[in-house]
């Protein structure tokens, strides 16, 4: 009866089942790395952390101009390596799913495999 | 019934819930690592050259295997939603969990024994008391077809927006289809709501700790880089977004969901962002914004353009301790603001707005710098008042409210208070290790809607309910510990009357008669109105009791409704009283009506009702009121509540109600003397009254009765000083002294302090000079040591109290 209710599963809605989970996985990435938000402010100043500038003379704007672009490039530096990071974990997520789902058909029989290397 | 037949047949279904239940948790667990060891301990042998490793991952990927489907399949059996879509099929419609154990089951005693020991029917045995031998005789006594049964729990299962027919809505199906049960039911006060309603307290439970969720992550680890760092604020205010983060606590109130709504599209409004949260004290007006905060945390579609927006609860304590550390309010205030302006991310909440709004102990007025936040910026802020406070703001501060959105929280209804309160008891009981009865949920809401006046629901059902927790009835919370707890709370006899006390109640009479002379008609009619009121036979829309008593000066009125508080009540301080005379005029009703909240005045009368519901009211001398005011007591006596200039309501429900006038006093004394008695002319007195325009009929006719007190006889006024002597004994029995008065001692002081006019009210002052001056010259020589037990006569009055000679007597 357990064998039975397993393989209706594994090669019914359980095969059918694998892209969901990755779909799910690699949106539960995109909200971890909050990769929605990185991109809608990849170049926002890290933290709002900007300069205004103490008078209108040219020298004291050009300095708050130039704080506020260093202020930007590090928040744009640190939002890309961690979108590089989320990129990583949402490659590795796929890569193992769609292999998952080559072998799916396979993994029940695959101990045989293993078994007959491991003892002859 | 609606005419379904239910099948059941064994489908992949049932046989996957045979196998859940095989694989319980701790066997689920010990795979988990089973799989993991061998899948290290098969590479670790490889890699050391043992090819025998390859066999141990055999094992390993099995259990991996079988851990995919448990956790992919099997634990979510209860997926879809077969009562919805009408489904007659037992193998779909039964949860997981007893889709095997009751399937098969012919008789509705079977079925019981079938789910008897799932968690869903002991919750109905033990939250409403059935004993479960009483379910199994019920069902024995008296069968009731499965089908009937089913039909009924679908019903239910529909009617809680159950996905499936649990454990729980079979056995409240069975209870509600035997009709063994009815007698009983009757007899406990359960009804088929109540039955229903436990229901819905299960199905929340099942939500809140049963289903599977999905990990929120609040936005993830990026959401706050692009907002600005807020120190002065956070050393200023709380973030409570952060702490709902953090784990502290559920605040989804589904209650309300849809003043969050609200609140949501003001704030997101271009301009006039600010929202005034107004409602009484204790209605859950934090609680609100705290589940806003929830609401935007999870940023889903509920919460809009304000996802991930975070709320911080600004400190009036905190802020107003900085006074005089050098740097200014306004200055500090600035800094504050300016931190929530600049992180873009922050909403202000200024819970107990008022603190912020007024210059008093503990309270800042920094209402200027509010307003011209909310004027030029479009920083949301979000304040909670009282309506008592917006009421005085919208006068004082009118420019400042006009900036905001007002929100009036609706009050909270009987089935959603029980909702909150079923929420929090899970964790009392577990704090308390106790458990709480359905029962007890239920009186906990009657008893603080009676009770309880000076807060709002949900906060007054929760304070009654944490409470209750201190009086448990065997070991367990139930109606009378809610009872026991309002009892001691408020003085308000709610308990079922003990033997002592129901002998009290028979005998009140008696009772109160043991400090004062006669008036048998007038004793007897209030002892009544308690007797009625401690049986619950009364209305209670309307006070305990209200009468009128008319009559002379000196004859007891007064003393009655003291004995009354005395006796009865927890002690003549339960008495309060309001002498009319001193409110003769038009503009004394605003002095009636005074706040109840207005810290700044002492105490007034209606806020004296308010913390003493459970009390005799005594307004002496009532014709000298002003007519305005005997308006007010038309009110009183009639809906049994007053409203104060702050619009607060107080009732008057649990009061005694008693009314004194000396109208036509003489007129009765003339009666007496002419030798009438007074049960004959009561009711054309009454009418003379009306007639002479001193009484509206209308107020008349509100009074449960109208008393007459007639003048007493000389030998009543002599028991009357024999009560005074009583007094005065225990006064004196810390010294051990007691005092004793001969005939012509008692005589004596009648005669001297009786006044026609003044009734026995001058016999204190006969007896002050006589007999106390008397006691205190023979306790100063030393001639009454203690232990003494003197008899005085008349002539030792006269010699020792140093009256003179032609005192007249």
Redesign the interface.
């Known amino acids: 009866?357990?064998l039975?209710?397993?393989f209706?599963?594994?090669y019914g809605?359980?095969w059918a089942?694998v892209p969901r989970?990755i779909r799910r996985r690699v949106n539960?990435i995109l909200?971890?790395?909050?990769?929605k938000?990185?991109l809608r402010?990849l170049f926002?100043?890290?933290?709002?952390?900007i300069a205004y500038a103490r008078s209108t003379a040219l020298e004291d704007r050009f300095q708050a101009l130039i704080g506020n672009l260093v202020s930007r490039f590090i928040?744009f530096i640190?939002?890309v390596i961690?979108m590089f990071t989320a990129v990583l974990a949402i490659i590795f997520t796929v890569v193992f799913g769609v292999l998952l789902m080559i072998v799916w058909p396979a993994?029940?029989f695959?101990?045989?495999l293993?078994?007959y290397?491991?003892?002859l | 019934m609606n005419g379904k037949t239910f099948t059941y047949s064994r489908n992949?279904r049932t046989?996957?819930a045979?196998?859940v239940r095989l694989f319980s948790k701790p066997i689920v667990t010990l795979l988990k690592f089973a799989s993991v060891v061998f899948l290290v301990a098969g590479v670790a042998m490889l890699i050391i050259g043992m090819?025998?490793?390859?066999?141990?991952?055999?094992?390993a990927?099995?259990a991996f295997?079988?851990l995919?489907?448990h956790q992919?399949?099997l634990v979510d059996l209860d997926a879809g939603n077969p009562v919805a879509s009408a489904s007659t099929r037992l193998e779909e419609l039964l949860s997981a969990d007893i889709v095997n154990r009751i399937g098969k089951a012919d008789t509705s005693l079977h079925l019981w024994e079938a789910i008897r020991d799932h968690w869903q029917a002991r919750f109905f045995v033990n939250r409403f008391l059935i004993p479960t031998e009483v379910i199994e005789q019920g069902l024995q006594a008296n069968p009731v077809d499965v089908e009937v049964v089913y039909a009924k729990a679908f019903e239910l299962a529909a009617q809680t927006s159950q996905d499936h027919m649990t454990a729980g809505s079979i056995t409240a199906a069975l209870l509600l289809t035997c009709p063994y049960f009815e007698a009983g039911f009757a007899r406990m006060k359960i009804s088929t709501d109540d039955l229903t309603s436990g229901l819905y307290w299960q199905r929340q439970i099942i939500d809140r700790y049963f289903k599977r969720k999905e990990r929120n992550?609040f936005?993830?680890?990026?959401?706050?880089?692009?907002?600005?760092?807020t120190p002065v604020l956070d050393k200023f205010g709380e973030n409570i977004s952060k702490s709902i983060e953090a784990g502290y606590s559920m605040f989804s109130d589904e209650t309300r969901e849809d003043v969050i709504t609200q609140m949501i599209q003001i704030i997101s409004r271009p301009s006039r962002n600010g929202v005034a949260l107004v409602a009484p004290v204790g209605s859950g007006k934090s609680s609100l914004v705290y589940a806003l905060a929830e609401t935007m945390l999870k940023g889903d579609d509920k919460a809009g353009g304000l996802a991930?927006l975070q709320v911080v609860k600004l400190d009036a304590n905190r802020i107003t301790s900085t006074i005089g550390q050098g740097l200014s309010i306004e200055r500090l205030m600035e800094e504050i603001f300016y931190d929530a302006l600049?992180?873009?991310n922050i909403i202000l909440f200024l819970d107990e707005a008022q603190l912020f709004m007024e210059t008093a102990p503990g309270s800042i007025d920094i209402s200027h710098i509010i307003m011209q936040v909310l004027e030029q910026t479009r920083m949301p802020i979000i304040l909670a008042l009282s309506p008592e406070d917006w009421h005085k703001f919208s006068i004082t501060k009118s420019a400042l409210l006009a900036q905001l959105t007002k929100i009036d929280l609706p009050e909270l209804n009987e089935s959603q208070v029980a909702r909150i309160l079923e929420d929090i008891a899970l964790p009392l009981e577990s704090r308390a290790q106790t458990m709480i009865t359905y029962s007890a949920i239920k009186e906990t809401y009657a008893m603080a809607s009676r009770y309880v006046t000076d807060k709002a629901f949900p906060a007054k059902g929760i304070d009654v309910l944490q409470d209750a927790l201190n009086y448990p009835d065997q070991g367990i919370i139930t109606e009378n510990s809610v009872k026991m707890a309002v009892e001691k709370t408020t003085g308000a006899k709610v308990t079922q009357a003990s033997q002592v006390e129901r002998g009290e109640l028979l005998n009140l009479e008696e009772l109160i008669h043991r400090r004062m002379i006669n008036q048998f008609h007038a004793v007897k009619t209030v002892s009544e109105a308690l007797r009625r009121s401690r049986a619950g036979v009364r209305d209670p829309k309307r006070p305990v009791g209200s009468f009128l008593f008319l009559g002379p000066t000196g004859v007891g009125k007064t003393e009655l409704a003291r004995s009354l508080a005395a006796t009865y009540f927890s002690g003549e301080e339960s008495m309060i009283r309001l002498d009319m005379s001193e409110y003769q005029l038009a503009t004394d009703v605003a002095r009636i009506l005074e706040a109840t909240t207005d810290s700044s005045v002492g105490s007034t009368f209606l806020r004296d009702v308010a913390t003493k519901p459970f009390s005799v009211v005594l307004l002496d001398e009532i014709e000298k009121a002003h007519p305005d005011i005997l308006n007010l007591l038309l009110q009183m006596l009639d809906e049994g509540t007053l409203t104060d200039t702050s619009g607060r309501v107080v009732s008057f429900k649990e009061a005694i109600i008693i009314v004194t006038s000396n109208a036509g006093a003489d007129e009765i004394r003339r009666r007496i003397e002419a030798g009438q008695q007074l049960e004959a002319f009561e009711d054309e007195f009454v009418d003379q009254l009306i007639n002479a325009k001193i009484f509206k009929p209308e107020l008349m006719n509100r009074f449960d009765d109208i008393v007459l007190f007639r003048p007493l006889k000389p030998d009543e006024l002599m028991q009357v000083v024999q009560i005074m002597v009583g007094n005065l004994n225990k006064t004196l029995s810390a010294q051990n002294i007691s005092v004793e008065l001969t005939a012509d001692a008692l005589q004596m002081i009648v005669q001297v302090g009786y006044d026609p006019r003044l009734g026995a009210r001058p016999m204190r002052r006969a007896l002050q000079k006589y007999v106390e001056n008397t006691l205190s010259r023979k306790i100063l020589t030393g001639e009454a040591q203690p232990g003494a037990r003197l008899t005085l006569s008349a002539a030792d009055l006269q010699s020792g109290s140093g009256a003179d000679s032609d005192s007249g007597y």
């Open positions: 009866m357990v039975f209710s397993f209706t599963w594994w809605s359980g089942q989970e539960f909200q971890f790395f909050s990769l938000i990185i402010t926002a100043p890290w933290k709002r952390d928040g640190i939002r961690f993994l029940p695959s101990p045989i293993f078994l290397w491991g003892l | 992949i046989q996957k045979t196998i090819k025998v490793g390859y066999v141990l991952f055999a094992p990927i099995w295997m079988f995919l489907w992919w399949d992550l936005g993830g680890l990026a959401r706050d880089w692009a907002n600005g760092y991930y600049h992180a873009q």
